[in-house]
């Protein structure tokens, strides 16, 4: 009898995600063509830009005798190794969600599935929507290693075949790791597994860029003699990880001697982490499923923070101050949303930790060079601080969903809801924002006149970043999303980035003519022009503040005209 029983192969498994998906772009048929066009183009712009600048620095590169291949192998090695980090804790996450709290798991578990086929349609799920990213900004660096080292059309397929199990091994221990912490905290604790996540995320991310040491490269005299230099580039950055497996195999075929001992590596260690995952999938995953499907314990009860918070947000009024209440309770109870703040905190470490290492000290160093290398740092802090808003504050209108009616029902106004959801999401933004620059600065050790441009400007793209995301996240809401880590995917989603990046670029642009002129004013000696100072910085403060009101008045008039 059990024989008879339906058991779905395993790609009719994944027919589901590919139907629902097809079926989320098509949804939408008016304009859809000028939206997928727009994709295609911003795609192209963005891949032309890494193949333009790598294809010029390996250029450069193999110009170089003896070490030129060497120099190009090493920075292929921490590209990669950068994308095996983010990909190790992008899985975890990823795991936890589409093993333990996906919709659909209710019925696979409990249907007539094949625990082997439940366990390799989830693997694969696991590892596209959290390996994508990664392989989309992988075909531009292997193109123009394949372009400037001659590897022909064989090289593409070679690429791709090598690139496959470096995607499978951190989606295998990925969702290891997560089966097990399922199993070792009770019922539902996803706060106590992610932070335990968290902990090891930040520690094996310290130590994969304390074992790589990328500051050496960039201060070659600090070795005792060009030997030395050469042995370090000729030694592995990393021989047990996957990323220098990827990394000898992939030079190797573009050099004189093809290294198949790494590929044989790369597609072994993958299936064997597929079966040991496999194994481990069938001894503890019906027991970790029934933990997770436990309701937690939780009380409905003010801590010491609740009650500071609502001491300091009481000169408001009541409902300002239930607004933000509401929308403080909502994000920290929603899993998928604070559990990013684990990739925030290792992207902010990653990020001032390769600031500290910057070789902007030492024989050839100009004042100039350590002025406007901060400057230049301002774009970099404002696109991740458009990165955070695109997670935190782009979803806010969407994570309303379907109790959108309730709020407009009610006899508060739209205008409250959205300024509330701005400061919420604007206040914790612009106090990372002043960190990052205030950090940033310390390490670079910057001049007072850097300091306060740094902290003004920062400040101010805060504001008009928060103000763009609540302004796209309201005129292109997702009110159907099962997912909020979905949301910033979006078309508005991009389109948000793409107006947040103008933004930026449009304030450094306004701001680089008087910061120019104050630097070249204290090397020459010169007067400083303070109407081209004061047009330069009220102009950029002019576009802050317009890229902060004028959307929340469109996303105003927008919501105001929705019915639910």
């Known amino acids: 009898m059990p024989d008879l029983l339906p058991n779905p192969e395993l790609l009719h498994l994944l027919v589901p995600k590919v139907l629902t998906a097809r079926a989320r772009s098509v949804s939408d048929k008016k304009g859809r063509g000028v939206r997928v066009a727009l994709l295609v183009v911003i795609g192209a712009l963005f891949w032309a830009f890494i193949f333009g600048l790598l294809y010029k620095l390996l250029v450069y590169f193999r110009g170089i005798p003896e070490i030129g291949p060497l120099l190009s192998g090493k920075l292929l090695g921490l590209m990669l190794v950068s994308f095996f980090s983010i990909l190790l804790l992008s899985n975890v996450i990823t795991a936890l969600s589409s093993f333990f709290l996906a919709k659909d798991l209710d019925l696979l578990v409990s249907g007539p599935v094949d625990w082997l086929r439940l366990y390799g349609a989830k693997l694969i799920e696991t590892v596209i929507a959290s390996s994508w990213m990664v392989a989309l900004m992988s075909i531009p660096v292997f193109t123009a290693y394949g372009w400037v080292y001659h590897g022909g059309w064989m090289f593409g397929l070679f ?39 968290a902990v090891l995320a930040a520690a094996g991310i ?12 960039a201060r070659p005299e600090g070795f005792k003699s060009l030997v030395d230099f050469v042995a370090v580039l000729r030694t592995p950055t990393s021989p047990l990880l996957p990323s220098e497996w990827v990394q000898r195999s992939v030079m190797g075929l573009l050099g ?57 947000l009481k000169p408001l009024g009541v409902l300002k101050q239930e607004l933000i209440m509401k929308e403080i309770r909502v994000f920290f109870r929603d899993t998928t949303q604070w559990s990013q703040l684990i990739l925030l905190a290792v992207l902010v470490v990653v990020y001032v930790f390769n600031i500290k290492f910057l070789p902007l000290r030492g024989e050839g160093i100009t004042l ?79 001049s007072a006149f850097m300091f306060v441009v740094s902290t003004f400007t920062i400040a101010m793209m805060t504001f008009g970043i928060s103000g763009l995301a609540i302004g796209f996240g309201t005129v ?58 004061v047009f330069g910085f009220g102009a950029a403060l002019a576009l802050c503040i317009l890229a902060t009101i004028v959307p929340i008045r469109v996303a105003l008039t927008r919501l105001e005209a929705v019915e639910r």
């Open 159 to 197: 690429a791709t075949a090598v690139m496959i199990p470096f995607l499978v091994i951190p989606a295998v221990i990925g969702s290891a790791v997560t089966l097990l912490l399922v199993n070792i905290f009770p019922a539902r604790r996803t706060r106590d597994i992610l932070s335990v996540v």
């Open 206 to 217: 310290v130590l994969l860029f304390r074992l790589v040491r990328p500051e050496q490269l």
């Open 368 to 446: 100039w060079l350590i002025n406007v290398v901060p400057f230049l740092n301002l774009v970099l802090a404002g696109f991740v601080l458009a990165s955070i808003a695109a997670r935190f504050i782009f979803p806010g209108v969407s994570l309303e969903g379907r109790t959108l009616w309730l709020l407009k029902s009610s006899p508060m106004s739209m205008r409250e809801l959205l300024w509330a959801k701005f400061w919420v999401g604007t206040a914790p933004l612009l106090i990372l924002a002043l960190a990052i620059v205030g950090v940033t600065d310390y390490l670079l050790k910057v």
């Open 476 to 533: 292109f809401p997702q009110f159907e999303t099962e997912n909020a880590a979905q949301i910033p995917t979006s078309f508005g989603g991009l389109l948000f980035m793409m107006a947040s990046v103008a933004m930026i670029a449009g304030v450094v642009i306004l701001e680089a003519r008087p910061v120019f002129s104050y630097l070249s004013s204290r090397l020459n000696g010169g007067e400083q022009d303070v109407f081209e100072m």
């Open 256 to 312: 004189e001697k093809s290294d198949w001992l790494a590929v044989y590596m790369l597609w072994t260690t993958a299936a064997a982490f597929v079966v040991l995952g496999a194994l481990l999938h069938r001894a503890l995953y019906v027991s970790g499923f029934s933990k997770a499907q436990e309701s937690a314990q939780r009380w409905a009860r003010s801590g010491i923070l609740t009650r500071m918070i609502m001491r300091v």
